[in-house]
């Protein structure tokens, strides 16, 4: 089926078929599979050929999102490695290593990496507040994600325009430091509503950088 129109008719055709016998939807579908495979292909998996990837060198050559990732003391080799794949998915710029997070190249970090340590550009400082100093000199708002007093929610949260943004991701059990935050512009917090009070820093940075890149795509800017 090779668009909207056949597949409306198909379904509506199906509807009338299985009004007529006691086949469950399920039954019916497995059996025209069996018989006719071709039929059902509109929601076949893509092979990673269809998918059109971008090669390493393309992806270094690309348009970036205006957004740097900071790691602070993140002790998980695997939480960077998920990271650095995120960062890739959505062309984030550069993600900025510090304290003991550790750095590519690393067998651990490429594990959940799976090569994105080499399309992303990454830098080390030892110090977060030299790197936070060489942002804010080129007119990066830095960003804390934490739960703090008076922060932004992600879904309240409104980019300013013309505006690159550093979001800063601290060590899985203590958070960003309180002396980063007290320097930061402005601290995010997605809001959660279960038992517990903190997400995994991988599902916090994946959540945060698609809500970023979601709304920078709605606001006009195209990669």
Known sequence: MTNNGEKTFFFSFLHRVMSSFTFTYQQVLHKLYYLCPEIIFFMKKLTIEEMNRISVTDFHKAKKLPLTIILDDIRSFYNIGSIFRTSDAFRVEKIIICGITACPPSVEIHKTALGAEDSVDWQYYENIFTAIDELRRNNYMIVAVEQ??????????????????????????KGVKQ??????????????????????????????????FRKVIKNGISL
């Open 148 to 173: 703090v007093e008076g922060s932004t929610k992600l879904n309240n949260w409104n980019l300013k325009k013309n505006t690159k943004y550093a979001l800063i991701l601290g060590n899985e059990v």
């Open 179 to 212: 002396d980063v935050v007290n320097i930061c512009d402005e601290c995010l917090e997605i809001p959660q509503y279960g038992t517990k009070h903190s997400l995994n820093v991988s599902c916090t940075a994946s959540i945060v950088i698609w809500e970023y």
